[in-house]
């Protein structure tokens, strides 16, 4: 089996030098890049077919970095929009309100220092377990929308909306748990994992997020939240 591909950036510095090292040790194909990077360089190293399965961002350029992987992925020669690679943010130094502002924008996680080597490989590989694409192509629809498990595509009244991975994942969950209450924790485990390094307030941070961009888009669904206990999606 091929090592999954990781693009390590900002490895003129501490943080992405002992990164690049943990995941080197950990026998990942690991690619590097200085912080100090144009955008043609960006996308240039994430294009297929060797584009990377994560980056690890360790320059403290998240920001900047986010946008373009969140958009840009390559079929060919075609810039495709909804093909995603995840974002691991490593910071010796980000605040907790940073912190709050990267997962509330769609980083998949983020890890301070200092940090056990152990911890960075097991996030970085739930992270992987997470973006693997599911085994059923069939389109999932609930009232007037339609999701692509295949391609990470959603469309309402057939118009494309744009969701990041962890979104797509959640609304993929309550498109097939619907009618249902389900606990926090239950929906940490099925969309993060059950060794994900999160709280249940992700959950509630993540609902919003995907209930603002439904409603913006006119989709015919309600988040119930049912005090004390979780979520039902109607």
């Not at 091929?2 to 002992?18: D, F, K, M, W, Y």
């Not at 373009?68 to 974002?87: F, M, Q, S, Y």
């Not at 993929?172 to 994900?196: C, K, N, P």
Request: charged share 25%; proline share 4%.
């Amino acid at each position: 089996m091929t090592a999954p591909r990781i693009l390590v950036i900002g490895v003129e510095q501490r943080t992405g030098v002992l990164a690049r090292e943990a995941l080197q040790c950990s026998h990942f194909d690991v690619r590097a890049m200085s912080g100090f990077f144009s955008e043609a360089q960006l996308a240039t190293q994430i294009k297929a077919p060797g584009r990377p399965a994560l980056v690890v961002e360790g320059s403290g350029q998240w920001d900047r970095v986010f946008p373009a992987l969140h958009l840009r992925g390559i079929d060919g020669d075609t810039v495709v929009k909804g093909e995603r690679v995840p974002l691991l943010v490593i910071s010796a130094s980000i605040s907790s309100l940073e912190k709050a502002r990267a997962l509330d924008a769609g980083v998949d996680d983020v890890l301070s220092q200092p940090y056990e080597q152990e911890e960075l490989i097991s996030r970085v590989k739930a992270i992987l377990r997470r973006a693997r694409p599911h085994r059923s192509v069939d389109i999932i629809t609930y009232k007037n929308i339609s999701l692509d498990p295949r391609r990470h595509l959603v469309f309402i009244n057939n118009r494309p909306l744009r969701l990041v991975l962890t979104e797509f994942r959640l609304l993929q969950f309550f498109m097939t748990h619907a009618d249902f209450v389900y606990s926090r924790q239950h929906i940490l485990d099925a969309v993060w994992g059950e060794d994900r390094y999160l709280d249940e307030r992700t959950v509630n941070t993540y609902v919003r997020r995907l209930r603002n961009k439904l409603e913006a888009a006119s989709a015919d669904v309600e988040f119930v939240s049912v005090r004390g206990v979780g979520y039902m999606f109607l």
